[in-house]
């Protein structure tokens, strides 16, 4: 009976034992095969610390290889708190030198992080603050290179451009649609700590930023400065509230230079309101085109054969009624008898009027479409407006008239320029 109850245990135990060990094994394999990354990855955060080495943003050329946005280096400063020993000295120091309050300063040098960038006044520091904080020696103190976006014409071109924020993303303009090819890819010293913070040595490595794209644009920088000067000297003789002007190549439709005033200088555009900086008149003003949109007329009419410009006349009296409203010609008195042709020589109102009725709604304004008005035109430049015609249900024979001479609906000036 004693033996047998001997036996029994250990068959128990062994029992116990072989279910352990059982366990044992399946919670390491638990843990090496399905646990693995989220341990390792909690482990390597512990001990593993990155100084962070910001990429440079592409560069954004004129068509020749002229720098319209380029970087300039700047320093930022970064502590790693566990490896700070004494906090409120730190602290007193780099808020003296940054001139900024010591609480905020003691705050971020006490913080239970594993890196802690001080922001914003510990970032694009000039030369002579980052000698001043390296000259300090202190502990847990760094100073990291960063590229600060640069715009050595300033005020040229500065609404398609636009600007970036202090950590170099696109705010505005091309800087803003395409961010994502300019912006690149932060690189770090990484390097391994002890429980404490502090710097392993010989446990050190370099991943190298990967910087943005290059962008090269349409823009010719001499017809760009051109049409900046003019429009200087326009703004300086008439003070108008405005002033814009596109020089396109007609043959490929490529925006060779575009400016507006008032504009601003994207180095500091936190000094400007936000009225001046998001109103790049180009693309987003609309007006009533005038007389520009004759051509459209004009083109309609030969393309239809309702018109022989030199043998088919007009007689302008100075004005035409259409449904009890009067419009007038530019010239008192009209033109008188004119062919055609003159009408389009003498950019006469009257003349169009007529060739727009003999059109009719939906041939006309069906032309006015397809030339591209009433939808943008695709240019990459933000803020688009599509500009305004009328509803085709509710055009009499009054907005038709008005229509063909250019009033009643509204354009960009990138619309008349690409069509």
């Not at 727009?356 to 430049?381: C, Q, R």
Request: a neutral charge; glycine letters at 8%.
């Amino acid at each position: 009976m004693f033996f047998r109850d001997i036996h029994t245990r250990i068959k128990i135990i062994t029992l116990i034992i072989i279910v352990c060990f059982i366990l044992i094994v399946g919670k390491v394999f638990y843990i090496q095969v399905f646990s693995y990354k989220k341990l390792n990855k909690s482990a390597t955060g512990v001990w593993s610390r990155n100084l962070p080495l910001e990429a440079n943003r592409g560069s954004i050329f004129d068509a020749n290889g002229e720098i319209l946005a380029g970087n300039i280096t700047t320093t930022s400063l970064v502590v790693i708190p566990n490896q700070i020993k004494d906090k409120k000295t730190t602290a007193k120091a780099l808020s003296n030198v940054l001139k900024s309050d010591y609480k905020d300063m003691l705050k971020h040098v006490s913080k239970r992080t594993s890196i802690e960038r001080i922001h914003p006044e510990g970032r694009r520091l000039s030369y002579e603050i980052a000698d001043r904080i390296n000259g300090l020696k202190l502990d847990g103190v760094y100073l990291v290179k960063e590229a600060k976006r640069y715009y050595p014409n300033k005020t040229m071109l500065s609404h398609s451009l636009g600007f970036v924020g202090i950590d170099n993303q696109g705010l505005a303009g091309l800087e803003l649609e395409y961010n994502k090819y300019l912006t690149g890819s932060n690189g770090a010293i990484k390097y391994i700590s002890d429980a404490k913070g502090s710097k392993l040595p010989l446990a050190q490595s370099y991943e190298k930023p990967q910087d943005g794209m290059n962008m090269t644009l349409t823009i010719n920088y001499d017809i760009q400065e051109a049409l900046e000067r003019e429009l200087n000297n326009a703004v300086n003789m008439y003070n108008p509230d405005q002033a814009l002007g596109i020089a396109m190549n007609p043959n490929t439709g490529e925006i060779l230079a575009i400016a507006s005033r008032p504009n601003f200088n994207p180095n500091g555009y936190q000094d400007y309101t936000m009225e001046e900086i998001n109103r790049n008149l180009p693309v987003w003003m609309t007006y009533e085109p005038g007389s520009t949109l004759k051509i459209i007329t004009l083109a309609t009419s030969l393309q239809e054969k309702i018109v022989d410009l030199e043998h088919d006349k007009f007689y302008d009296s100075g004005s035409i009624t259409v449904m009890g409203s009067k419009l007038h010609c530019w010239k008192p008195g009209g033109h008188g008898e004119e062919t055609y042709l003159e009408v389009v020589e003498n950019s006469c109102n009257p003349g169009f009027v007529n060739l727009g009725l003999k059109l009719g709604k939906e041939k006309l304004f069906s032309y006015i479409k397809n030339f591209g008005f009433g939808v943008k035109t695709g240019v990459d430049l933000v803020g688009e407006s599509d500009g305004i015609l009328f509803d085709e249900d509710k055009i009499t024979d009054l907005e038709l008239a008005t229509t063909a001479f250019g009033q009643g609906i509204s354009v960009t000036p990138i619309h008349l320029g690409v069509c």
